[in-house]
């Protein structure tokens, strides 16, 4: 039996607190959890719709009950085709943490397992992840390369 499962509304709470625990180690991230209560509702939803196109897998914290040890989420996007994703379905990866107490134990490497077989059962040609200099090892072992992309973002 896996360990990782797909994470429904009774997760969110805790959803929530791990997507803090990446948030706050993130270059100048933000460490207010106000956000959180109007996330919620929102987060909720989202994990409750299980042929949407947001998922999240998780792996329960062995030595806390109620408590996630490691989770991973992703979107499957249209963007218009292009060679080697000629029917345009991206995935995105993002919120990749793992519990500080429960590190160096294979979570997140199968909870990203179980993720990209939901990319591609969606027919996503591509996948795309922003890593930090700690994970670039991680996803380099799963297949992922670097891009010279020149990001930018508003904030509306």
Known sequence: ??????????????????????????PGGDSSTEWHT???PSLRERLGE?????????VDHPDRPEALASLVVGTVDYRIGKA????????????????????RRGYARACM???LVWFRERGAGQVMLTASPEA????????????PD???ILRL
């Not at 080697?84 to 590190?103: K, W």
């Open 38 to 40: 109007e996330s919620l």
């Open 136 to 147: 670039e090892p991680l996803y380099a072992s799963l297949g992922f390369v670097p891009k």
């Open 50 to 58: 299980a042929d949407g196109d947001f998922a999240a897998f998780v």
């Open 1 to 26: 039996m896996s360990l990782v499962r797909r994470a429904t509304a009774k997760d969110a709470e805790e959803v929530l607190r791990l997507r803090q625990v990446m948030i706050d180690t993130l």
């Open 84 to 103: 080697g994703n000629p029917r345009g379905l991206a995935g995105y990866v993002f919120s990749v943490a793992t519990d500080p107490h429960a590190r």
């Open 150 to 152: 020149p990001t930018m």
């Open 113 to 115: 397992d179980e993720l």
